[in-house]
């Protein structure tokens, strides 16, 4: 089972960043064409779009970016394997942090499948939320069905494409989320089902516009840079002193080669002198 989760990953992943509505990619079977994750940064979420919260609550999308940043999974409570271990891998990634749901930033879940509802949300809300807290705080984690115009409205902004096959009943998709400010708009998106806690804290400080986290950790942005192709924050500190030593080292050969000829050549001019006895 992990081995067919870990091609349907690379698989979904020689998707992501190709345009999946106007290109095809002629590695990925059929099935597959048309899958996949655009990065649309800066595009604006529907704020309007009504979903069904899992108390069967109606709420708005706007409602829920209550002046917070938002982790944004599209997913489906009933898939068999990959959205699971989307799910259960930002719990992952989200445990170690200081931040909190609820308080720094909010998880939002939306079904893409248009025929499951608040039980099928209440029932996957409270496995993912023991599984990060012991004491099974839900706070700041929402789990949302809703029709299917809703649902593509919201995957159409951040350039999330799936499909449905009716022939395995199942939902094609790519693996990744998506960091929103609290205006609602795409600041990040990180790829897979395995997601560092690095990544996570950094995006949502900087999709937070810096309003959460310690000053040190707005220092760290100065020392990661988000790399898009990867979805990940590489230490562009590091690269910069790799650079200065190298450079540092070819100034100090360089200054030496020049003393030597300097030295040489005063030697050739200077004449000999013999002292005799």
Not at 13 to 26: F, H, K, M, R, Y
Not at 96 to 106: I, K, N, T, V
Not at 161 to 177: C, E, L, N, V
Request: with cysteine.
């Amino acid at each position: 089972m992990k081995l067919i989760l870990m091609v349907a990953v690379f698989l979904f992943s020689l998707a992501t960043g190709a345009s999946a509505q106007n290109q095809s990619n002629p590695i990925l079977p059929k099935y597959l064409q048309g899958v996949g994750i655009d990065q649309n940064l800066n595009a604006q979420v529907p704020l309007s779009a009504q979903f069904v919260d899992e108390s069967g609550r109606t709420v708005k999308l706007g409602d829920l970016l209550g002046g917070r940043p938002a982790v944004l999974a599209l997913v489906y409570y009933t898939c068999p394997q990959l959205c699971d271990q989307i799910l259960r891998g930002i719990v992952m990634g989200l445990r170690p942090l200081s931040l909190r749901p609820g308080r720094d930033f909010d998880v939002i879940a939306i079904s893409i499948n248009p025929q499951e509802g608040p039980a099928d949300a209440f029932t996957k809300r409270q496995e993912i939320t023991k599984l990060y807290s012991r004491d099974g705080s839900t706070n700041g984690w929402h789990f949302l069905t809703g029709t299917d115009p809703n649902i593509h409205a919201v995957a159409d902004a951040v350039g999330y494409h799936y499909r449905y096959d009716p022939k395995s009943k199942m939902f094609f998709h790519g693996a990744g989320i998506m960091i929103l400010t609290p205006e609602g708009k795409a600041a990040r998106y990180l790829y897979g089902v395995d997601f560092q806690a690095k990544d996570l804290k950094l995006s949502l400080i900087e999709a937070s516009h810096n309003r959460i986290g310690a000053p040190v950790d707005r220092i760290l942005l100065f020392c990661y840079h988000y790399d898009p192709s990867t979805g990940k924050y590489t230490a562009t500190v590091m690269n910069l002193l790799h650079a200065a030593a190298v450079a540092f080292l070819l100034l100090l050969l360089g200054g030496g080669a020049l003393l030597w000829r300097a030295d040489l050549r005063y030697h050739r001019k200077t004449p000999s002198v013999v002292l005799r006895p």
